[in-house]
C-alpha cells in the first residue's frame, strides 16, 4: 500500500534553531516527492520537488534531501524563524497508469517556533 | 502572481442538504484536483480532472460527489445529500503539464 511516514509529528524549537524533520515513504511507481509548508487552515504550499535523480534541492533557508534507494527525504530548516511555524508535509507522487498520477500526502509535522 | 481561489472560505449547511464548491484554477493549467482535509487528518485525494472528464478518483469519491467545469474558468466540487462526516477543509489544486501542483486556501465546509 502506497504510505508516506513523517516524524516527528510536533516539534518545537527556539527561534534561530536548525531542525529536520523526516519522511518515509513506500509508494511504487516513484515519481517525484514535495515538501509542502501549511499554514493553520490555509492550503499548502510548495517548497521543494525532487524527482528521483534529485537528491537535494535547497529554497532558502529550506533544504530537502532525497535517497531513493532507502526511501527517505528530510527537511531541513535553518535559522528558523517565527513565521516557520506551520505543518509540513512529504507527498510523493506516483505514475498511475502512465499519467502524471496523484498525492500521496503524510500527515505532517507541526513546527513550533518559539521566541 | 497568479493563484488558485476557493469561494466561499467557510461553508455550513444542515445535514442532507447539497453543497456546491467553488474554484478558479490558474489560467493556463490543465488539470484540476480536489483535496479534503479532515481536522487534525491528512489531505486525502478526492478526484482529478483534465481534458472536461475525471481522469482519476478516491473511494472517498462516491456517487455523493460531482465535479463540474462549467465554464472556462470554474471547477466545481458538489456534495449531493451531506452528511456529518463531510465536514472538511476542501482544497483545489491545478498545475499545468509539470509536476507542480498549487493549492488554493480551501473551504472550510461545516456540516450540522
Same mark, same amino acid.
Given at each position: 500500500k502506497n504510505q508516506v511516514e513523517q516524524s516527528p509529528q510536533s516539534l518545537i524549537i527556539l527561534e534561530g534553531k536548525n531542525c529536520t524533520l523526516q519522511c518515509n515513504y513506500t509508494v511504487s511507481p516513484f515519481s517525484n516527492l514535495r515538501w509542502y509548508k501549511q499554514d493553520t487552515g490555509r492550503g499548502p504550499v510548495s517548497l521543494t520537488i525532487m524527482t528521483f535523480s534529485e537528491n537535494t534541492k535547497s529554497n532558502g533557508r529550506y533544504t530537502a534531501t532525497l535517497d531513493a534507494d532507502t526511501k527517505q527525504s528530510s527537511l531541513h530548516i535553518t535559522?528558523?524563524?517565527?513565521?516557520?511555524s506551520a505543518s509540513y508535509i512529504c507527498v510523493v507522487s506516483f505514475n498511475y497508469g502512465g499519467s502524471q498520477g496523484n498525492l500521496i500526502f503524510g500527515k505532517g509535522t507541526k513546527l513550533s517556533v518559539k521566541p | 502572481e497568479p493563484e488558485v481561489t476557493q469561494t466561499p472560505s467557510h461553508q455550513v449547511t444542515q445535514m442532507g442538504q447539497e453543497v456546491i464548491l467553488r474554484c478558479v484554477p !490558474?489560467?493556463?493549467?490543465?488539470y484540476f484536483y480536489w483535496y479534503r482535509q479532515i481536522l487534525g487528518q491528512k489531505v486525502e485525494f478526492l478526484v482529478s480532472f483534465y481534458n472536461n472528464e475525471i481522469s482519476e478518483k478516491s473511494? !472517498?469519491? #462516491? #456517487?455523493q460527489f460531482s465535479v463540474e467545469r462549467? #465554464?472556462?474558468s470554474n471547477f466545481t466540487l458538489k456534495i449531493r445529500s451531506t452528511k456529518l462526516e463531510d465536514s472538511a477543509m476542501y482544497f483545489c489544486a491545478s498545475r499545468t503539464g509539470t509536476h507542480e501542483q498549487y493549492f488554493g486556501p480551501g473551504t472550510r465546509l461545516t456540516v450540522t
Amino acid at each position: 500500500k502506497n504510505q508516506v511516514e513523517q516524524s516527528p509529528q510536533s516539534l518545537i524549537i527556539l527561534e534561530g534553531k536548525n531542525c529536520t524533520l523526516q519522511c518515509n515513504y513506500t509508494v511504487s511507481p516513484f515519481s517525484n516527492l514535495r515538501w509542502y509548508k501549511q499554514d493553520t487552515g490555509r492550503g499548502p504550499v510548495s517548497l521543494t520537488i525532487m524527482t528521483f535523480s534529485e537528491n537535494t534541492k535547497s529554497n532558502g533557508r529550506y533544504t530537502a534531501t532525497l535517497d531513493a534507494d532507502t526511501k527517505q527525504s528530510s527537511l531541513h530548516i535553518t535559522a528558523s524563524q517565527l513565521s516557520d511555524s506551520a505543518s509540513y508535509i512529504c507527498v510523493v507522487s506516483f505514475n498511475y497508469g502512465g499519467s502524471q498520477g496523484n498525492l500521496i500526502f503524510g500527515k505532517g509535522t507541526k513546527l513550533s517556533v518559539k521566541p | 502572481e497568479p493563484e488558485v481561489t476557493q469561494t466561499p472560505s467557510h461553508q455550513v449547511t444542515q445535514m442532507g442538504q447539497e453543497v456546491i464548491l467553488r474554484c478558479v484554477p !490558474i489560467s493556463n493549467h490543465l488539470y484540476f484536483y480536489w483535496y479534503r482535509q479532515i481536522l487534525g487528518q491528512k489531505v486525502e485525494f478526492l478526484v482529478s480532472f483534465y481534458n472536461n472528464e475525471i481522469s482519476e478518483k478516491s473511494e !472517498i469519491f #462516491d #456517487d455523493q460527489f460531482s465535479v463540474e467545469r462549467p #465554464d472556462g474558468s470554474n471547477f466545481t466540487l458538489k456534495i449531493r445529500s451531506t452528511k456529518l462526516e463531510d465536514s472538511a477543509m476542501y482544497f483545489c489544486a491545478s498545475r499545468t503539464g509539470t509536476h507542480e501542483q498549487y493549492f488554493g486556501p480551501g473551504t472550510r465546509l461545516t456540516v450540522t
